[in-house]
C-alpha cells in the first residue's frame, strides 16, 4: 500500500514545562495510505485531535516527524505551506470559525489564499457549495442568518473548495440530527469517490464509522492500540469497552452469542454480516 501521510514517533506535550503540562500523544506511528478512507476513533481526551492537527502543521511535533508524500513537512517553510493547502482539515465545531460577510467569501477564503484566478475561485466555491447541499441564493448571505447544520456546511466547503489531497473531518457530524448526520455522511462518501482522496474520519461513534470506512484507527490515551479492518479491530470487543469504545450493537450480540457457547465469528459488525453469518451458521448459506 502507498502511504500518503505517516508520524513517526510522535509526542506531543501541552504546556511542557509549566503545572499545567500534559502529554497528549506518546511515540505514535501512524499511516494513511492513498486513497483510502480511514476512521480514527477514540474516547473524550484521547488525543484525537492532537494527532491529526499534526498532518496538516498545525501543530508542531514535541519531538518526532510527520512525513507527507514521503517528506517531512517541517523541513522547510514552503513544505508546511503546501501541506497546509493539501491536506484539508475540517475542525470540531467549524461553525464557530466561520468569519467572513457572506457564504460565498467563507468558502472562497482557502482557494484565494492558495493563490488561484476569480474564475477557478469562483468555479470551486460553486461546485463545493453544490456538494454539501447548499443553494445558489445562500452564497450572499451572512454566515450568521444559516442554521447549525448549514453553518457546518459552509466550513465543510471551504476546506473541498482547496481540494485536498487529504480530507480530514474531525467529528463532522457531532450534535447534528439524524437526518443531518446522514447526509453529511453521504457527503464525505461523495467527495471520497469523486476526487480519488484520501478521507480521514474522526468519530468517537463505532456505529457511524463501521458503516463507512475501510480500516480503523483507535486512539487510546495518547496510543494507538489497535488499527485494520473494522472486522479485525471488533474482535477486541473487550479491551474496547475497557477503553469507553461501545462496539457496534451486532457485534456486541455475536460476542454474547460466543460467551453463551454458540460457535460463531464474533467479528460481525453490520445487520448484513449478522445475517449471512447466522445463515451460514444454519447451513442455510447467504441469501
Ligand atoms: N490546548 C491544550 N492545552 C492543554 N491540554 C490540551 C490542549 N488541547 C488538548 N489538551 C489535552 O490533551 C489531551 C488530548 O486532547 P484531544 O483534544 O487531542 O483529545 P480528543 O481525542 O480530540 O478529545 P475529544 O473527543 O473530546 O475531542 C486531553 O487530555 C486534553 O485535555
Ligand atoms: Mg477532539
Same mark, same amino acid.
Request: aromatic share 8%.
Given at each position: ?6 508520524? &513517526?514517533?510522535?509526542?506531543?506535550? *501541552? ?19 492513498? !486513497? ?5 476513533? $477514540?474516547?473524550?481526551?484521547?488525543? &484525537? ?7 496538516? $502543521?498545525?501543530?508542531? +511535533? ?14 522547510? +517553510? ?9 491536506? /484539508? ?6 461553525? *464557530? ?14 482557494? &484565494? ?44 466547503? $471551504?476546506?473541498?473548495?482547496?481540494? @485536498? &489531497? ?5 467529528? @463532522? ?6 437526518? !443531518? ?9 461523495? *467527495? ?35 488499527? $485494520? ?7 477486541? /470487543? ?7 469504545? /461501545? ?21 460481525? *459488525? ?18
Amino acid at each position: 500500500m502507498d502511504t500518503i501521510i505517516e508520524t &513517526k514517533q510522535l509526542t506531543h506535550t *501541552y504546556s511542557a514545562g509549566t503545572p499545567f503540562e500534559r502529554s497528549a500523544l506518546l511515540n505514535v506511528d501512524f499511516s494513511a495510505y492513498r !486513497g483510502e478512507y480511514l476512521g480514527i476513533i $477514540g474516547h473524550t481526551g484521547s488525543g &484525537k485531535s492532537t494527532l491529526i492537527q499534526h498532518l496538516n $502543521g498545525l501543530l508542531k +511535533p514535541t519531538s518526532g516527524q510527520v512525513l507527507f508524500q514521503g517528506e517531512d513537512i517541517w523541513s522547510d +517553510p514552503k513544505r508546511t505551506r503546501l501541506t497546509r493547502f493539501q491536506v /484539508g482539515l475540517v475542525f470540531q465545531y467549524p461553525e *464557530y470559525q466561520l468569519f467572513e460577510e457572506t457564504v460565498y467569501k467563507d468558502i472562497a477564503f482557502g482557494p &484565494k489564499n492558495m493563490g488561484l484566478d476569480e474564475k477557478e475561485i469562483d468555479r470551486r466555491v460553486r461546485q463545493s457549495a453544490y456538494f454539501v447541499g447548499l443553494r445558489d441564493d445562500q452564497l450572499d448571505k451572512s454566515p450568521f442568518e444559516l442554521s447549525g447544520g448549514q453553518k457546518r456546511r459552509v466550513a465543510i466547503a $471551504g476546506v473541498i473548495a482547496m481540494e @485536498p &489531497k487529504v480530507l480530514i473531518l474531525d467529528e @463532522p457530524t457531532a450534535g447534528l440530527d439524524p437526518v !443531518g448526520v446522514e447526509s453529511i455522511l453521504s457527503n464525505i462518501r461523495d *467527495y471520497h469517490q469523486f476526487h480519488n482522496a484520501t478521507v480521514i474520519l474522526v468519530s468517537h461513534s463505532m456505529e457511524e464509522v463501521a458503516r463507512s470506512v475501510d480500516r480503523l484507527v483507535v486512539v487510546n490515551d495518547g496510543h494507538i492500540p489497535f488499527q $485494520g479492518t473494522p472486522r479485525e479491530v471488533f474482535r477486541h /470487543g473487550d479491551e474496547l469497552e475497557q477503553m469507553g469504545l /461501545g462496539v457496534p450493537q451486532m457485534t456486541r450480540v455475536f460476542h454474547r452469542l460466543r460467551q453463551l457457547g454458540v460457535d460463531i465469528d464474533p467479528s460481525v *459488525y453490520t445487520v448484513e454480516q449478522a445475517r449471512d453469518a447466522l445463515l451460514a451458521k444454519l447451513g442455510k448459506g447467504a441469501v
